[in-house]
Structures are given as structure tokens and as C-alpha cells.
T-cell receptor
Framework: KNEVEQSPQNLTAQEGEFITINCSYS?????LHWLQQHPGGGIVSLFM???GKKKHGRLIATINIQEKHSSLHITASHPRDSAVYIC??????????FGTGTSLTVIP | DGGITQSPKYLFRKEGQNVTLSCEQN?????MYWYRQDPGQGLRLIYY???????QKGDIAEGYSVSREKKESFPLTVTSAQKNPTAFYLC?????????????FGPGTRLTVT
């Protein structure tokens, strides 16, 4: 079954806090994407991972293939990071399956 | 700038009418997708196309139809057979950038059917 589970569903943090969002999936994948959705609805791709770790600015994404788990970290969080973060996995072929998202609010 | 455009941003229709949502990309990507997003649910795949003149049903294709006559364009028609058409619709494409596949999304169309 192609399940993608994210936790937490909702997250409120104070500005400057270190944030972690988790994603678990049920079967082997070829790639995992972290996406950011802003209140207006637009979605931006943050990372695509198939192994290891990637870093872009204050964002870090890691993946553990054996444990079928990925984390998205935000260091020194800022109110502009407030958004919904979505995990999507790609199995064989070109279809993606999406988690329900983590709604992050960073308070000044 | 390369990207995906969807129009219109907001669309209102009466029940029983068919409506077509536009999706255009200038990224030269072969694969294009239509997703539906409902509150509290992850994006769900309606249709996808990996090449011109070919497309496959996704998990929730009933009540929808698509065409792919040009590489750049992948319009979605929401027919009167779709029981709950009110939703946020996102078009996406996939292409290889710097050795890895990346997803690109359009800004979405919010459809309200009354």
C-alpha cells in the first residue's frame, strides 16, 4: 500500500527555533520530494532526495532508506517560513504519492 | 522565465456544466500531471501524461477527461459526472534539472461548483 505519513500535522514555533518535520513511507521508493505550499496555494519544490542529506540555506533534508523515513529541518526559523510542508514519494515509474502536509506557523 | 501557468485562478460554475482548466508549460518537459487537493487530504492524482498524445488515469479519474495534443499543453475537463468537483486543482510537470528529476507546479485553479 502506498502510504505516506507526516508528523506533526500542525506545528507552532517561536522565531529562531529549530524545527523538524517527519515523513514515513511504507515501501521502497526511487525518490522523495519535500514541497512547500504557501497560503495562496502555490507549491514550490524544496528538495529531491534518493539518499543521504541535502542542504539549502537554513533548510536541511535527510533520508534513511533502510528505515523508510525522511526529515526536513529548518534552522533559525523565521515567520516567513510559515507554510504547509508536504512530503511526496515516487515509486517506480513517474507517479507520486503525497502526505497530507504539516502546517507550520512561526511566531515572531 | 520558464514555468507552468494555470488559468483562471478562480472559477465558478453551476452544477451540470462541464468546465475546462488550462495548464501550459514552457519548460520542455515531457511528463505532466493533474492533481486535486481537498482540505485535510494529500494531493491526489487525476491524470498524467508522459508524452504527447498519450495519458493515463490516476487514482481519481472518474468524472474528468484530459487531452495532450501539444507538449506544452495539458487541459483538464471537469465533467458533470464528477460528483464533488469543488476543489483546488494543481497542474505539474517533471523534468531533469542538473542530473535529478524535479517537480514544478502551477499556481493552481480553485473551482467552485454550486
Amino acid at each position: 500500500k502506498n502510504e505516506v505519513e507526516q508528523s506533526p500535522q500542525n506545528l507552532t514555533a517561536q522565531e529562531g527555533e529549530f524545527i523538524t518535520i517527519n515523513c514515513s513511507y511504507s515501501v521502497g521508493i526511487s525518490a522523495l520530494h519535500w514541497l512547500q505550499q504557501h497560503p495562496g496555494g502555490g507549491i514550490v519544490s524544496l528538495f529531491m532526495l534518493s539518499s543521504g542529506k541535502k542542504k539549502h540555506g537554513r533548510l536541511i533534508a535527510t533520508i534513511n532508506i533502510q528505515e523508510k523515513h525522511s526529515s526536513l529541518h529548518i534552522t533559525a526559523s523565521h515567520p516567513r517560513d510559515s507554510a504547509v510542508y508536504i512530503c511526496a514519494v515516487r515509486y517506480t515509474g513517474n507517479q507520486f504519492y503525497f502526505g497530507t502536509g504539516t502546517s507550520l506557523t512561526v511566531i515572531p | 522565465d520558464g514555468g507552468i501557468t494555470q488559468s483562471p485562478k478562480y472559477l465558478f460554475r453551476k452544477e451540470g456544466q462541464n468546465v475546462t482548466l488550462s495548464c501550459e508549460q514552457n519548460l520542455n518537459h515531457d511528463a505532466m500531471y493533474w492533481y486535486r487537493q481537498d482540505p485535510g487530504q494529500g494531493l491526489r492524482l487525476i491524470y498524467y501524461s508522459q508524452i504527447v498524445n498519450d495519458f493515463q488515469k490516476g487514482d481519481i479519474a472518474e468524472g474528468y477527461s484530459v487531452s495532450r495534443e501539444k507538449k506544452e499543453s495539458f487541459p483538464l475537463t471537469v465533467t458533470s459526472a464528477q460528483k464533488n468537483p469543488t476543489a483546488f486543482y494543481l497542474c505539474a510537470s517533471i523534468g531533469e534539472e542538473s542530473g535529478s528529476y524535479e517537480q514544478y507546479f502551477g499556481p493552481g485553479t480553485r473551482l467552485t461548483v454550486t
